[in-house]
């Protein structure tokens, strides 16, 4: 078989660059180098253990179970014994969601007349006993960071290139430039920006770990 690149198996596999990458960095994938431009080389071997990493992650095997599968530690059954272990204590909280979800779907009240305490009380008794529900608030919370997350990165690198384009404007042509006071204050216009985007970042990012993410924690 001849060395594939990357996008070759991609393609073959169905694994995005991404997901390869990430395997590598785990330990669980390494292809040879190219000794002549460096690129990564992909045979057989490697497409087949892709192939076999693909598998375990579609019915949900842990990556470090998948190691100790790679290394020997255990074999297939073993893992998936351990696998099923995981799997069948899933499906006992996803049964307990259901009952619960079942029981409410007979009420005919409104939401905002639900006795939600009752509901409650019995589900906190369910996770005493080792049941776990989904929490959602949890997720709702990690969606909030990315948006202003994002908005900062676009800005500062905006900001950056901006003063970038000043020094290079300056550098290219010294006899035009402004005096130097008038420099500094076209330097650190946007350099201010940047620090007051990173600090409405900090301040929106400590607003919702304390706010949010403290409230989820008590449901």
């Keep these: 078989m001849v060395p594939l690149k990357i996008n070759e198996v991609e393609a073959l596999v169905g694994i995005t660059k991404k997901n390869i990458r990430f395997y590598e960095e785990k330990g669980l994938l390494s292809p040879s180098r190219n000794s002549d431009n460096g690129y990564r080389d992909y045979g057989e071997e490697e497409v087949a253990v892709l192939r076999r990493i693909k598998l375990m992650r579609k019915l949900g095997v ?9 290394e020997g530690a255990q074999t297939v059954g073993d893992g998936m014994r351990r696998h099923l272990i995981t799997l ?4 006992q909280n996803l049964e307990e969601s259901v009952r619960l979800c079942e029981l409410l779907k007979e009420r005919t009240e409104p939401l905002n007349d639900l006795d939600a305490a009752a509901v409650l009380t019995e589900l ?12 959602k608030q949890k997720q709702d919370v990690r969606i909030r960071y990315v948006a202003p997350i994002v908005v900062a990165v676009v800005m500062v690198i905006l900001l950056t290139a901006l003063i970038g384009l000043f020094v290079w404007g300056f550098a290219e ?3 035009s430039s402004p005096p130097l006071a008038l ?9 201010l920006l940047i620090c007051g985007v990173l ?8 607003e ?11 449901y």
């Design 62 to 70: 842990p990556i470090e179970e998948i190691r100790r599968m790679q």
């Design 88 to 91: 069948e204590r899933e499906r």
């Design 124 to 135: 906190e008794k369910l996770e005493q006993t080792g049941t776990t529900f989904p929490n």
């Design 173 to 175: 042509d010294p006899a």
């Design 183 to 191: 420099a500094a204050v076209f330097i650190a216009i946007p350099s």
């Design 199 to 206: 600090f409405a970042l900090f301040q929106r990012i400590r």
């Design 208 to 218: 919702i770990g304390k706010g949010e993410i403290d409230d989820a924690k008590k």
